[in-house]
């Protein structure tokens, strides 16, 4: 099954302690390439966080987004006894001496709310490798919702790959079909264009000077040597369909070996309904090659 290069996956995970969340997104991309983005502390993790990825993954631009909260637990605050006394003893003082005249009472919800009242306490920096284990159990899960998704796409991809497969194949066999009649219609005109030329004239060809004529043409418009090897390349580029290992740079080759051959056969036929056909096949091999664009 081939596999595409675009695709979106998500998973979350939360207990006591923490909430994690993982998000990975891919687009295409000629080699792997990956972008993380971890929240504090946990960049040193990238490592490990892109070797999970490549066993996933082995082509196109991966984004990851990994994010790690912890919930503030009662332990985190303290209050500033000195500073609160220090705050209450001055507004004492302010409405003692009558400045504070018309001012009511500062209740307690006021005096919390000034600065320096409640202290966060810092808690001693996590070391993010404990963490490694959970989030690496969320990326993955992540990472295989990402490559089902991925398989989705790409079992479309294969079908309409597979379709475009065989009218390459209905159009390659027209050309076969026609290629030996060229000789034939071309043997004809001849024929006829020097017998038009020499009936006034009382001249004679001779037989063998038309043969020869006819000889040099079929060796030169003869394309059964390209129908074959395009015959090899198609079947070759059915197997690549069925097998997803490296496909996307197997079929890249085996398309550009398809498009010189017929290349080849267009500019060796000098016959118009050859050279229709080259050209719908062009057009076809252009599709697949937007396909295979986005095939890992």
Excluded at 204 to 222: C, H, M, Q, Y
Excluded at 241 to 249: N, V
Excluded at 262 to 273: L, Q
Aim: proline fraction near 3%; include cysteine.
């Amino acid at each position: 099954m081939l596999l595409s290069m675009t695709g979106f996956g998500a998973a979350r995970y939360q207990d006591q302690k923490r909430s994690i969340e993982v998000e990975v997104r891919t687009v295409n991309n000629r080699h792997l390439k990956l972008s993380a983005k971890l929240s504090e502390p946990y960049g040193a993790l990238e490592s490990e966080l892109e070797h999970l990825v490549r066993e996933k993954v082995r082509r196109g631009a991966v984004q990851i987004n990994v994010r790690v909260d912890r919930p503030r637990q009662a332990e985190d605050y303290r209050l500033n006894a000195v500073a609160l006394r220090s705050y209450r003893d001055q507004l004492r003082e302010l409405l003692g001496t009558g400045l504070g005249a018309g001012e009511s009472a500062v209740g307690l919800s006021a005096l919390l709310a000034l600065p320096g009242v409640v202290e966060e306490v810092r808690t001693p920096a996590c070391d993010p490798h404990d963490d490694w284990p959970e989030i690496a159990r969320v990326a993955t899960v992540a990472l295989d919702e990402l490559e089902a998704a991925r398989a989705r796409e790409g079992q479309a991809m294969a079908e309409e790959l597979q379709a475009l497969g065989r009218l390459v194949e209905s159009g390659l066999g027209r050309i076969a079909d026609r290629g030996p009649l060229v000789v034939q219609s071309y043997q004809k005109r001849l024929v006829e264009r020097i017998g038009a030329l020499v009936q006034d004239q009382g001249v004679t060809v001779e037989p063998r000077d038309l043969i020869r004529e006819i000889a040099i043409l079929a060796d030169r418009s003869d394309i059964s040597e390209e129908i074959v090897r395009l015959r090899a390349h198609l079947l070759q580029y059915h197997e690549v369909l069925r097998d997803p290992e490296g496909a996307g740079r197997k079929l890249e080759f085996v398309i550009q070996e398809i498009g010189r051959e017929i290349n080849t056969v267009g500019s060796k036929a000098s016959d118009v309904e050859i050279s229709r056909h080259v050209v719908e096949i062009k057009g076809v091999l252009e599709r697949i090659r937007e396909l295979v664009q986005n095939v890992e």
